[in-house]
């Protein structure tokens, strides 16, 4: 039931405070991670583990994205990550003590399930899931799993799924990391801000009127550029992917160190360019690469905190975000672009929760 709300993609957008907070429940305390909650093999399957390979498609894959910058800066572990189609259709060099992880949201996708059956018979030291439905092909597969608390997504355009998918992977991440050294001060530091993320996208929800307002700029577009640096580079291409989907309108997501090596030559002012860029380390160098696009009479969206010190001008729309934690600011980040990609398509007439050609969930190659 969509109950309020005109779409259950917009339900769904707007349910991402509460089911954040209950893929967190009962797995982390104020302060840390609790790792009998991932089971009680946890503890002895991460233990030696010393390269993580993760597998997933579309969003999920995005999510595995997310989750390797995570994977290398906290756990100090190598990690790969493939979209499932490829990786089942090639010979792989399999590392020693490998942790092959699959995300899914609806744990039947074909490619995915392909590659874990390949996985395992290859001889990979365990295989994680991290899924949202219960009994599943995918969860009833693998060694240990880590259930995302979304609930049932019904928009073919996943959401919750992606942002709840993030939570479960990082909530793993500091389990791994604290077995490679990770110290308590900086686990707790991160558990802390975990926990300040369902107010924050809270406070992001409340932009939507602005969001909206900015989401007619795109209606007459029919290409888009979507940028972000580091872990916000996924963010980006999720982003991306959320409105190529909905609204029909083509859009490519780059790192933003990208943009002279190529898709420069694609800005001019047919070509709207979004950034996600939060005030981390990577601030400084993604303003230069907006001055790039503003110089070429590129229209330039960014999301960003106030700390970043982006200043609307002529042609640059700034929708200011709250403060966050570099480690947490990939799943906020991820809220803005939702709703853009939702108020275009909204504005655009697409059939939003079933846009056409696409399936939820894909279990045929
Ligand atoms: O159920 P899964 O997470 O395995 O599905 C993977 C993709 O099919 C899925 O994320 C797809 O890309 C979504 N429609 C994205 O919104």
């Given at each position: 039931?969509?109950?309020?709300?005109?779409?259950?993609?917009l339900?769904?957008?707007?349910e991402?405070?509460?089911?954040?907070k209950?893929?967190?429940?009962?797995?982390?305390?104020?302060?840390?991670?609790?790792?009998?909650?991932?089971?009680?093999?946890?503890?002895?399957?991460?233990?030696?583990?010393?390269?993580?390979?993760?597998?997933?498609?579309?969003?999920s894959?995005?999510?595995?994205?997310?989750?390797?910058?995570?994977?290398?800066?906290?756990?100090?572990?190598?990690?790969?990550?493939?979209?499932?189609?490829?990786?089942?259709?090639?010979?792989?060099?399999?590392?020693?003590?490998?942790?092959?992880?699959?995300?899914?949201?609806?744990?039947?996708?074909?490619?995915?399930?392909?590659?874990?059956?390949?996985?395992?018979?290859?001889?990979?030291?365990?295989?994680?899931?991290?899924?949202?439905?219960?009994?599943?092909?995918?969860?009833?597969?693998?060694?240990?799993?880590?259930?995302?608390?979304?609930?049932?997504?019904?928009?073919?355009?996943?959401?919750?799924a992606?942002?709840?998918?993030?939570?479960?992977?990082?909530?793993?991440?500091?389990?791994?990391?604290r077995?490679?050294?990770?110290?308590?001060?900086?686990?707790?530091?991160?558990?802390?801000?975990?926990?300040?993320?369902?107010?924050?996208?809270?406070?992001?929800?409340?932009?939507?009127?602005?969001?909206?307002?900015?989401?007619?700029?795109?209606?007459?577009?029919?290409?888009?550029?979507?940028?972000?640096?580091?872990?916000?580079?996924?963010?980006?291409?999720?982003?991306?992917?959320?409105?190529?989907?909905?609204?029909?309108?083509?859009?490519?997501?780059?790192p933003?160190?990208?943009?002279?090596h190529?898709?420069?030559?694609?800005?001019?002012?047919?070509?709207?360019?979004?950034?996600?860029?939060?005030?981390?380390?990577?601030?400084?160098?993604?303003?230069?690469?907006?001055?790039?696009?503003?110089?070429?009479?590129?229209?330039?969206?960014?999301?960003?905190?106030?700390?970043?010190?982006?200043?609307?001008?002529?042609?640059?729309?700034?929708?200011?975000?709250?403060?966050?934690?570099?480690?947490?600011?990939?799943?906020?980040?991820?809220?803005?672009?939702?709703?853009?990609?939702?108020?275009?398509?909204?504005?655009?007439?697409?059939?939003?929760?079933?846009?056409?050609?696409?399936?939820?969930?894909?279990?045929?190659?």
């Open positions: 039931d969509k109950g309020e709300y005109r779409h259950y993609m339900k769904e957008i707007h991402q405070p509460r089911v954040i209950a893929t967190m429940e009962g797995r982390v305390t104020a302060s840390r991670v609790l790792e009998q909650a991932l089971g009680t093999e946890a503890g002895d399957l991460l233990k030696d583990v010393r390269h993580v390979q993760i597998i997933a498609c579309g969003t894959y995005h999510a595995g994205m997310v989750a390797r910058y995570w994977i290398e800066d906290l756990a100090d572990i190598p990690c790969s990550v493939e979209v499932a189609s490829e990786f089942r259709y090639r010979k792989h060099v399999i590392q020693q003590d490998t942790l092959f992880l699959c995300i899914s949201q609806s744990g039947e996708t074909a490619d995915t399930l392909a590659a874990l059956r390949q996985a395992k018979k290859a001889g990979f030291r365990a295989a994680l899931a991290i899924c949202n439905v219960p009994g599943s092909s995918l969860v009833r597969e693998s060694d240990l799993v880590i259930m995302t608390q979304a609930g049932p997504e019904i928009g073919v355009a996943s959401t919750k992606f942002t709840t998918q993030l939570v479960a992977l990082l909530i793993f991440t500091l389990a791994l990391a077995k490679n050294g990770l110290s308590e001060e900086r686990e707790t530091e991160i558990v802390q801000a975990l926990h300040l993320v369902p107010g924050q996208v809270n406070d992001v929800l409340a932009l939507e009127g602005e969001i909206a307002e900015i989401s007619k700029r795109f209606m007459d577009k029919n290409h888009s550029l979507f940028l972000g640096r580091g872990s916000q580079f996924p963010v980006a291409m999720e982003g991306a992917l959320k409105l190529k989907e909905i609204s029909y309108i083509h859009a490519e997501a780059y933003a160190g990208e943009l002279k190529g898709p420069l030559a694609l800005v001019d002012s047919e070509m709207p360019v979004i950034t996600v860029a939060p005030n981390n380390s990577m601030a400084e160098k993604l303003k230069s690469n907006l001055e790039e696009v503003r110089a070429r009479g590129g229209e330039l969206f960014v999301f960003a905190d106030s700390s970043a010190n982006i200043k609307p001008e002529e042609n640059i729309h700034v929708v200011q975000l709250p403060e966050v934690h570099e480690i947490t600011a990939p799943i906020v980040y991820t809220v803005p672009l939702q709703l853009l990609s939702y108020h275009v398509a909204v504005l655009k007439g697409t059939d939003v929760d079933q846009p056409r050609n696409l399936a939820k969930s894909v279990t045929v190659e």
